[in-house]
């Protein structure tokens, strides 16, 4: 199955910890939706199959009024027409999700919201400078559902400074209570360049403490054994079968197609990267060219690698036979790396499937650079 992400590039502010390509000036943002629609056409063959979702994230989406979404909108039922899309996702932040904006997101389509609460505490809300409150957090979710969106995710960010144990599970007590059947949690990381990394490092804001991160996800992962939440994913959860299809996607290996400045995307063999400018994004297309970009071509060894660093991240784990298809010497090389981590980390299910232990989820990344190839092994093999 195939997606479309697209890459809206503005926020009304800078989070401190956000590293993500965007802009807090809107003064090209008419302009932006304008090389948006050019380039919405100018990429519609590259697909292979019929995209079947649509993912707007950002950035934040929710800046988009009523006149850019339907200008949006209008170009991709052109390029598309008569597409069934099975999933629409559109990214926003609380204090955007007026009645109206909701009227106005469900009458042009999208089908499920994913909402940047990141905290129900007015403190940490404040030390991210995120602009809304505690309470816009829970009315907007309430006024989502009222008006009718069955879908609704909400995003939550744990391991920050001053988030206690006991109050990470009322967090996470409060949204067992709402209409929402999706849940992203993330560890707060200090990306370089950052106004946090910055703060940080003249001593401003304390450190972030790993180990209070662990233990964060480790609550994480028994409340949602017990609230029966399905964690499919190391950073994502659903109430019943509400994966997010667009992102599920991702994990899978499957094809899509991303447009905006700074998004990214993927044929299977190939990846192509926008430049992460939207000057040079919006001057290049509105001249009639293609927006700024660079072509990586995976290697053999870069695919298997990527079907490991993205399948140990899930609860269905590893395509053991898409490894042996990219290239069965290499797999079984990769088993010996396996083996010698020995059963404490992977075990397999009847599908053959590599699953890495729940417990060490929070390890995912790491265990998986231990079973990734080298240049060196591949060469050797």
């Given at each position: ?61 929710s800046?988009?009024?009523?006149k ?5 909108f ?154 029966t ?12 079968t ?10 899978s ?56 660093l ?42 053959q ?29």
């Open positions: 199955m195939s997606g479309i992400y697209i890459h809206i590039p503005f926020c009304r502010r800078a989070c401190v910890y956000c590293d993500f390509h965007f802009s807090t000036s809107m003064r090209y943002k008419a302009d932006f939706v304008a090389a948006l629609v050019k380039e919405i056409n100018l990429r519609k063959n590259e697909l292979t199959t019929k995209p079947r979702t649509l993912y707007f994230g950002g950035g934040t989406p800046q988009l009024d009523e850019e979404l339907h200008s949006i209008s170009a991709l039922n052109d390029t598309f027409p008569n597409n069934e899309w099975e999933e629409i996702t559109f990214e926003a932040n609380p204090e955007d999700l007026t009645h109206d904006y909701l009227r106005i997101l469900r009458e042009i389509g999208i089908t499920r919201l994913s909402i940047g609460v990141q905290s129900f505490n007015e403190d940490l809300l404040r030390y991210m400078n995120r602009h809304h409150s505690f309470i816009e957090a829970k009315q907007c979710v309430e006024n989502a559902y009222r008006a009718g969106f069955e879908h609704i995710s909400i995003d939550l960010i744990y391991g920050i400074p001053g988030l206690s144990d006991v109050e990470w599970i009322e967090q996470l007590n409060i949204v067992n209570k709402m209409p929402v059947n999706h849940l992203s949690c993330y560890a707060l990381t200090i990306e370089q360049g950052t106004p946090l990394a910055k703060s940080i490092r003249l001593r401003k804001t304390e450190d972030v403490d790993d180990h209070a991160a662990a233990r964060h996800f480790e609550i994480l992962q028994h409340w949602a054994a017990e609230a939440w399905e964690h499919y994913e190391v950073s994502n959860l659903c109430r019943g509400n994966r997010a299809n667009h992102n599920s996607a991702y994990w290996g499957s094809e899509y197609l991303g447009l905006g400045p700074a998004a990214h995307s993927f044929s299977g063999t190939t990846r192509r990267i926008n430049r992460p400018n939207n000057a040079s994004y919006i001057r290049e297309l509105l001249s009639n060219g293609d927006a700024p970009h660079e072509i990586e071509v995976l290697s053999a060894r870069d695919r298997f690698n990527e079907t490991i993205t399948g140990i991240r899930t609860k269905d784990g590893i395509d053991s036979f898409l490894l042996n298809e990219i290239s069965s010497k290499h797999f079984d090389l990769m088993m010996q790396k396996a083996n010698e981590l020995g059963n404490k980390f992977i075990r397999f299910n009847p599908a499937r590599m699953l890495l232990k729940p417990e060490f989820w929070f390890q995912s990344d790491g265990i998986a650079s231990e079973l990734m190839l080298l240049e060196s092994d591949w060469k050797e093999a």
